[in-house]
């Protein structure tokens, strides 16, 4: 009897902490799904969402939010957009500090930091990525989630064998959830094809003139340090690796492969006619060589795996005992969105977008990312 009662006790103990770890584990996994808050710069005019531009995606995983910056003098609009893919952390904070610092003296800036907002509700499957880092700022810590390169499963389920996207190249099956593989969208097609489909009525309704898509790859990948341009691009884009070369900044210029489509730039400008580039970054949570991913990898970007293949010769960028901090990486994009700004100011006047706010590239490597996040 004394036996059985301890039996029961045992059981009701640990059924009970079972419940516990179920109840954590399932918080901090719904955690997941909710944005972290971005302060916009009070040079704000105006908050959308893409919702507003394709109504299909309100109340989605899809929606995000649009912050548009306009200046009082007339000139041209220029879309930037991060998290395209959210397993890039530099292209999304840079954004981030983009809409945290802007003031727009002439024509249009409109920012997406989270471009593909379900991608920041996971992350990829088996490489124990962590789940957010946080960058030190004066006023405590900002807190970022590291997502997915990929659409959410649970929003978008299942994947086809094969993917045909609206471009018409035929792809694997899980680039139907890789926003950089489905413009120019369909209006009712998967979840991440009417957020490309959205991104492209912004296009057309704000009237925007440039598109820069900002990215990063892996340090063993070739396409890294890089501006990549449309076609109707490349003189925009030589110029701008002109500028950015004397001011000691190392970019490689890529043409973008026309018979690649479905991507951001290549669609942008096929599409839409407009003006657009991408801008590569080195991401050290994302290549193969990497030894352990932990968050202080993806803010400090020091790893010895990478320091012994740079020694044998096996990376595209310099790497060296100080790594490739994420402090570094913002600094690039925003020398590079700087750099294209210029360039098209140069190359049609009547176009030209003048941003004010934006901390120089210098000061962002010298102080790091804390005094420009709100
Ligand atoms: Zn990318």
């Known amino acids: ?38 302060h916009p710069a009070p ?19 899809g929606d995000t939010d649009v912050y548009i910056f306009e200046g009082r003098e007339p000139g041209g609009t220029v879309l930037v957009t991060g998290g395209t893919h959210a397993n890039e952390p530099a292209g999304y904070v840079s954004a981030v500090v983009l809409a945290e610092n802007l003031r727009v003296a002439k024509g249009k800036v409109v920012v997406i930091p989270r471009a593909n907002a379900s991608g920041f509700t996971c992350n990829d499957p088996q490489e124990a990525n962590p789940q957010r880092f946080t960058v030190e700022t004066a006023g405590g810590p900002r807190v970022f989630r590291l997502g997915s390169r990929l659409t959410n499963p649970v929003h978008q389920w299942p994947d086809p064998t094969l993917y045909e996207n609206p471009a018409g190249q035929m792809l694997s099956a899980s680039e139907v959830r890789n926003l950089n593989r489905c413009y120019p969208g369909r209006p009712r097609g998967y979840l991440t094809e009417r957020v490309a489909y959205g991104i492209m009525e912004l296009i057309r309704e704000e009237k925007v003139d440039l598109g820069i898509d900002l990215h990063e790859s892996a340090p063993e990948y070739p396409v890294i340090n890089a501006i990549v341009f449309h076609d109707a691009s490349a003189e925009l884009a030589a ?9 000691g900044l190392e970019f490689r210029l890529e043409a973008s492969p026309p018979n690649l489509r479905g991507l951001s730039h290549r669609e942008w400008g096929d599409t839409a006619g407009i003006k657009a580039v ?12 990497k030894g352990r991913t932990t968050a202080a990898l993806v803010v400090e970007g020091k790893d010895k795996a990478y ?25 690039r994009h925003l020398a590079g969105v700087e750099a294209v700004l210029q360039s098209l100011a140069e190359l ?15 000061r962002v490597l010298d102080e790091g990312l804390g005094p420009f996040l709100r």
Request: charged share 20%; hydrophobic share 45%; proline share 8%.
């Open 1 to 38: 009897m004394k036996n059985e009662r301890a039996h029961i006790g045992t059981s009701v103990g640990l059924l009970v902490l079972g419940a516990a770890a179920a109840f954590l584990a399932g918080r901090e996994f719904l955690s997941m799904r909710s944005a972290e808050p971005v």
């Open 43 to 61: 040079g704000l005019t105006r908050q959308e969402l893409l919702s507003r531009y394709l109504p299909a995606l309100a109340g989605t995983p």
């Open 239 to 247: 110029l701008a690796q002109m500028s950015l070369q004397s001011e």
């Open 278 to 289: 991408l801008i590569e970054t080195p991401n050290p949570v994302q290549g193969r060589l």
């Open 307 to 331: 320091l012994k293949a740079s020694r044998l010769g096996r990376l595209f960028i310099p790497y060296d005992e100080k790594g490739v901090p994420l402090s570094e990486r913002v600094a």
């Open 348 to 362: 049609e006047p009547e176009k030209a977008v003048a941003i004010e706010g934006v901390p120089a590239w210098r």
